[in-house]
């Protein structure tokens, strides 16, 4: 039972009982049907094949390869492999261009392999990486571009293609958040050299930990699979350099299940958006990013704050949500290029467009886990803080560090890959 807002000192900022009785995250983990997840499980046991390429683990590849309807998939044991597999299997090097805005690990898996990335600006209409910043980047120095399908909602891929074909560099996209999505009615996965996939146990569809490389091009297939395995062939030999990418038959047997549910989760995703979507319309200063159902997974409820018409910033609100145990979350601050080590290695660097979205977007729990009634609760004290936004602005009640009283365990951080 959710505890209704009748004045400011009912919020729990203020002193008040929080609304919820417990955490609400973004990113909880959806769970399909335990009991067939058990016998699985089981059956691995039984079998004692608990890796190394297994039965489940081959039937995932098959059973994702046809839903995204691509030739190939080879799954790994997280995302983050997957990004570094999938550059070593192009074989990129001195440059990269990636946007800022998104999670850390794009640019880790560059970083880490020793190839410079180069931030990019974004479009403020669909927060993915701004095709006309791009082409200003190119140098000869750089071997391809890193799209991001961030919160599910393709790239401008068409311009993209043209801009890495007439440079000849590659072309991949990080997918991590574009499972089971389209562009222009074509599966996600189909584009660029290769794209990546994220199944993080907060991704709407997850295998505890888990990641993919799908592509359509056999040799970029084959070199993946023999790099996620220490550069073995099928033969048994070893034939390139490689690492230990591979993805267990639990993870598996998890990603399995999870697909046989995969119509709910994203019936629920659907249906959330669309509540939000009704209660937050024409609130001053609160825009929810839009998304094609059709072709969308819409695991992401994203919300830009703009303080100039709500009379409260993005922050102070999310304030106010914590304390309500609403852990809604600011997705990603502040910018790859303001954190380390790319903030010492480039401090004059400006993006505007990621800088100001860093300021103001907000992503809000759902998935499974998340009721009408409980959208209508947050909605609420949504439209409780900004009708009452100056006033908690200018409250004398010090602003405290975000997440600072909130147990680890109870942060869910939503890996784009991990």
Request: aromatic share 8%; proline share 4%.
């Amino acid at each position: 039972m959710t505890i209704r807002k009748q004045s400011l000192k009912d919020l729990a900022i203020f002193g008040g009982e929080p609304a919820f009785p417990e955490h609400l995250h973004v990113g909880r983990p959806n769970v399909g049907d335990r009991e067939r997840l058990f016998e699985r499980i089981d059956d691995i046991l039984s079998r004692r094949w608990l890796t190394n390429h297994g039965p489940y683990v081959c039937e995932l590849e098959r059973r994702i390869a046809d839903l995204q309807a691509v030739k190939h998939c080879v799954v790994t044991c997280n995302g983050t492999i997957a990004l570094q597999i999938g550059i070593r299997a192009l074989g990129l090097s001195g440059e990269v261009i990636l946007p800022s805005f998104t999670f850390v690990a794009t640019a880790h898996a560059l970083e880490w392999l020793g190839i410079t990335p180069v931030f990019c600006d974004v479009s403020a209409s669909d927060h993915n990486i701004d095709p006309r910043q791009v082409e200003k980047l190119i140098t000869p120095r750089t071997s391809g571009i890193m799209g991001v399908h961030l919160w599910g909602r393709p790239c401008d891929v068409a311009s993209l293609e043209e801009i890495a074909a007439r440079h000849r560099i590659h072309l991949m996209f990080d997918a991590a958040h574009a499972f089971a999505c389209s562009y222009n009615q074509r599966m996600i996965g189909n584009f660029g050299s290769l794209e990546v996939l994220s199944f993080h146990a907060t991704k709407f569809f997850n295998t505890f930990e888990g990641g993919a490389i799908v592509t359509n091009d056999d040799l970029v297939a084959t070199r993946a699979r023999q790099m996620r395995d220490y550069g073995y062939d099928r033969n048994d030999d070893v034939v390139s350099g490689g690492t230990n990418g591979k993805m267990n038959e639990v993870s598996a047997a998890m990603g399995l299940t999870g697909l046989e549910s995969l119509d709910e989760f994203m019936a629920a995703n659907r249906r959330n958006n669309q509540d939000y979507r009704t209660q937050l319309a024409n609130l001053p200063g609160v825009r929810m990013a839009a998304f094609d159902e059709e072709e969308s997974n819409c695991q992401y409820v994203v919300v830009e704050i703009d303080e100039s018409q709500s009379g409260i910033g993005r922050d102070r609100l999310m304030e106010v949500l914590h304390a309500e145990k609403v852990l809604a979350r600011r997705y990603f601050y502040p910018g790859c290029h303001r954190g380390e080590p790319y903030r010492s290695r480039y401090p004059a660097l400006r993006l505007p467009v990621t800088e100001a979205l860093c300021e103001r977007v907000l992503t809000l729990p759902t998935g499974t886990a998340v009721e009408a009634e409980t959208v209508a609760a947050i909605c609420d004290l949504i439209r409780f803080a900004v009708r009452h936004g100056s006033e908690i602005s200018e409250s004398a009640l010090p602003r405290r560090k975000t997440n600072r009283n909130v147990p680890k365990s109870d942060l869910a951080v939503d890996a784009i890959l991990s």
